[in-house]
């Protein structure tokens, strides 16, 4: 039980708690108060409401420095353990949810910056994937601009890797086209088909990244670029930078911005509504523009797939690839080094981690040809999974009841870290990374046009009226229910 005495000389409240900080071990102190603090919240959360309930009387309790104490309380806040009332107060959030995912520092649907973006301009269409504004650069009234920025994340650590245990640079071919098409796909959600200029920017640590890793980025991304203006995309290259970056990063970090002027009447304002269908298209196979067999990885949720799957082999051997501030029981868990066999698959764990990205431009270019004004939703399952369609419509229970079946990738993740589904369709595609609603008498012609691109389509569901946005997916014999 918490005693509370009053300290009358330093007019504090001294609490005796069973949490116990060893200035000996090689664990950081924040570290261990975040670890004390988890395990104390489920079982005593009042006690550790009252600890929390004020910054400077808990340093004082707990005998550290009270930037230590109000690190180890913001990163419990990041990953939904605690709420924030005050910049200096926290209490226990009762409705909390374990996640291995944000405990590594990561969000997977980025809530806390669509919270301080809410109140924000929502540009021309406020449901339309990517903000769109009018159009500043030219204008023009019937026209409008487009502005976009993504990555490949962390899945450069990944080819980092390779690259060190190989010598090969080339690895990092893939990585450009991730970055681009993290941007590209996003774009074509909105409507965009072709006048795309894409910026890239690199910050690396230029004494683990040499030249040849630059070189193979940019050789990367001129090929993938010129590959797509031959499939009708017309995207080009408005240069970009190189920043060099030791004390940021360790390894290298490749970003891309992308721009275009678009027609107002050719934008997807994904209006979502019931009663439409849901087909998704598969994330996995070979497409007929790819030169090998996709795992359907994309670039979301690789820190996770990292750290799950890889040995600590290469947190020892590699220091500067893995966040040391976090849970070591976290980083560099599994048991599979890069070279060792994907189950089920012929594919190589390394390789399937790092399998290109898919964009699925050509195919959205050839269904708006053909169904433009059928088209009433596209959503790019990126950040956030399944549930990023949470974002769009008004008052829509999106019914995913037919989902693909889940990738060897995957299905590998999650046995080896026993991450529940919930958590899984929430921080990978799961299978499809791509969705179209549309009314259902398309379905067959959509799906027809989908496999002269040698990839697989489905439906998947459906959208019904509800009180509020809503997801039900099934997987098997369970529902899992999220809510926007």
């Known amino acids: 039980m918490v005693k509370v005495t009053r300290l009358t000389k330093k007019n504090v409240n001294i609490l005796r708690v069973n949490i116990k900080i060893n200035k000996e071990s090689r664990i950081p102190d924040y570290l261990q108060l975040i670890n004390q603090i988890k395990e104390g919240a ?30 180890a309380l913001r990163q419990l806040e990041f990953q939904g353990i605690l709420y924030r009332e005050t910049d200096l107060t926290f209490v226990v959030n009762s409705q909390a949810e ?54 490949a994340g962390t899945k450069s650590i990944v080819a980092y890797l390779q690259y060190k245990e190989s010598g090969d640079p080339k690895v990092f071919r893939g990585i450009a086209q991730d970055s681009i098409v993290m941007n590209l796909d996003d774009l074509i959600c909105s409507g965009a088909r072709s006048s795309i200029l894409i910026s890239t920017t690199i910050n690396r640590n230029a004494m683990n990244c040499p ?90 949720g690789l820190t996770s797939a990292r750290h799950e799957l890889l040995s600590k082999f290469y947190r020892g051997k590699y220091p500067e690839t893995a966040d040391l501030s976090i849970d070591p029981d976290l980083s560099y868990c599994g048991r599979w080094r890069l070279e060792d066999q994907l189950p089920g698959t012929p594919m190589t764990i390394g390789s399937a981690l790092l399998s290109p990205t898919r964009t699925y431009a050509p195919l959205i270019a050839a269904l708006s040809n053909e169904f433009k004004a059928e088209i009433k939703g596209l959503v790019h399952c990126s950040g956030g999974g399944q549930t990023k369609c949470l974002r769009f419509g008004k008052n829509i229970h999106f019914v995913k009841d037919q989902l693909f079946e889940v990738p060897p990738l995957f299905e590998t993740i999650r046995t080896a870290s026993n991450t529940p589904w919930q958590e899984m369709y929430k921080t990978f595609n799961m299978g499809h990374r791509m969705e179209l609603y549309i009314n259902a008498r398309h379905t067959d012609s959509v799906i027809s046009l989908a496999k002269s691109f040698n990839i697989e389509a489905r439906i998947i569901g459906f959208t019904e009226r509800a009180k509020s946005n809503c997801l039900t997916l099934t997987k098997g014999n369970q529902k899992l229910f999220y809510e926007s």
């Open 42 to 71: 489920s079982s005593n959360e009042q006690e550790i409401n009252t600890l929390i309930k004020d910054i400077d009387n808990a340093s004082v309790i707990l005998d550290l420095e009270r930037s230590v104490v109000l690190k």
């Open 98 to 151: 374990s996640s291995r995912y944000s405990a590594r520092g990561v969000s997977s649907d980025k809530t806390e910056v669509l919270q301080t973006i809410a109140s924000l301009d929502k540009g021309l269409y406020p449901n339309a994937f990517c903000k769109i504004s009018e159009d500043f650069l030219s204008g023009r009234e019937d026209y409008c601009n487009l502005i976009h920025s993504d990555g």
């Open 211 to 300: 030249q040849e890793v630059i070189r193979e980025l940019i050789l990367g991304t001129e090929d993938f670029l010129e590959s797509m203006r031959t499939l009708g995309i017309n995207i080009r290259s408005g240069g970009g930078e190189t920043a060099d970056v030791g004390d940021l990063t360790g390894t290298i970090i490749v970003d891309s911005c992308a721009s275009t002027i678009l027609k107002r009447q050719d934008v997807i304002k994904n209006e979502i509504s019931e009663d439409l269908t849901i087909l998704g298209f598969s994330s996995t196979g070979k497409s007929t523009y790819e030169t090998a067999a996709n795992s359907g990885v994309g670039s979301n």
